[in-house]
């Protein structure tokens, strides 16, 4: 179901499920038009945004990998923002409480030292929130990064390199244990090629 333009639209990001109610989030739509996050009855009804995101805010836009719960509070990712990298953020179930716990700027140069477009659902394993950067870091190929759930502790677990070690992360994680899974869609041994159709 989709809310219209004020309610959000396009959503493409994963659902999480809470006592008969679906949470998500749209990329677009929403009081100024850069997504929301929305919560729906499993039964259709009971459509609601709890919040909107704004473009020129610290808030960030966009968010397109949806969201994950834990306790009583949605954590997600924007892939953009006032400072074109994106943002970590969390709310409350009953869309109180509505928090940036990182931002992730963009440099002059268009890549960010953290990791610039997170797109893909987080990870919690306790209190700490694992997640991945499309692009940025040292290398410019994206990173791998945790924080914690109160935004304190940000770290940057691995910077991609690219060639044999992958870039563009997008995926979202797996844990197993004390160990993460994840995968890159550019980059390794055998790199893409497009075909040629001249």
């Known amino acids: 179901r989709d809310g219209g333009p004020g309610g959000g ?3 493409c990001g994963r659902l999480v499920l809470s006592n008969a109610t ?3 989030t749209t990329s677009r739509g929403g009081d100024s038009g850069w997504g ?3 919560r729906l009855g499993t039964d259709g009804n009971d459509y609601t945004v709890l919040s909107s995101f704004n ?3 610290d808030a960030g836009a966009e968010p397109i990998g949806g969201p ?3 306790g009583n509070t949605l954590y997600g990712t924007t892939s953009d923002g006032a400072y074109n990298g994106g943002s970590v953020f969390r709310v409350n179930l009953d869309g109180s409480g509505f928090l940036v716990l990182k931002t992730l700027p963009a440099s002059s140069g268009g890549v960010g030292a953290d990791g610039i477009w997170p797109c893909s659902p987080l990870l919690v394993s306790g209190t700490t929130l694992y997640g991945t950067a499309d692009w940025g ?3 410019g190929n994206g990173t791998l990064f945790r924080l914690n759930t109160d935004g304190t502790g940000f770290t940057v677990l691995k910077h991609f390199a690219g060639a044999g070690e992958g870039a563009g992360v997008e995926a979202g994680l797996l844990l197993s244990g004390t160990t993460l899974y994840g995968t890159a869609y550019e980059g390794g041994d055998y790199p893409y ?3 040629y159709y001249g």
């Open 9 to 11: 639209s396009s959503p």
């Open 22 to 24: 679906l949470y998500g």
């Open 36 to 38: 929301t996050v929305f």
């Open 55 to 57: 473009l020129s805010s």
């Open 68 to 70: 994950v719960l834990y």
């Open 137 to 139: 870091g040292s290398f």
């Open 193 to 195: 090629v497009p075909p």
